[in-house]
């Protein structure tokens, strides 16, 4: 599971960046999660974000 938290983001574009099949902005010009999967682009991505915004949850199964 992948989330940003929209209190913490600032928009930086780095998530977009990084791993445009996952994040894309909303109309506020925060992340938003288009896709909801955890791959290698997503755990750099929350590496990268310099709010930690982005939570991942790998499934256990
Ligand atoms: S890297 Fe973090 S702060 Fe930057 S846009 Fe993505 S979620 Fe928001």
């Known amino acids: 599971?992948?989330?940003?938290?929209?209190?913490?983001?600032?928009?930086?574009?780095?998530c977009t960046a990084i791993?445009?099949?996952?994040?894309?902005?909303?109309?506020?010009?925060?992340?938003k999660v288009i896709k909801d999967e955890v791959n290698e682009d997503v755990k750099m991505a929350a590496e990268s974000c310099p709010t930690e915004a982005?939570?991942?949850?790998?499934k256990n199964s």
């Open 19 to 31: 791993a445009p099949e996952i994040f894309d902005f909303d109309d506020d010009g925060l992340a």
């Open 54 to 58: 982005i939570e991942i949850k790998e």
């Open 1 to 14: 599971m992948v989330k940003v938290n929209k209190d913490k983001c600032i928009g930086c574009g780095a």
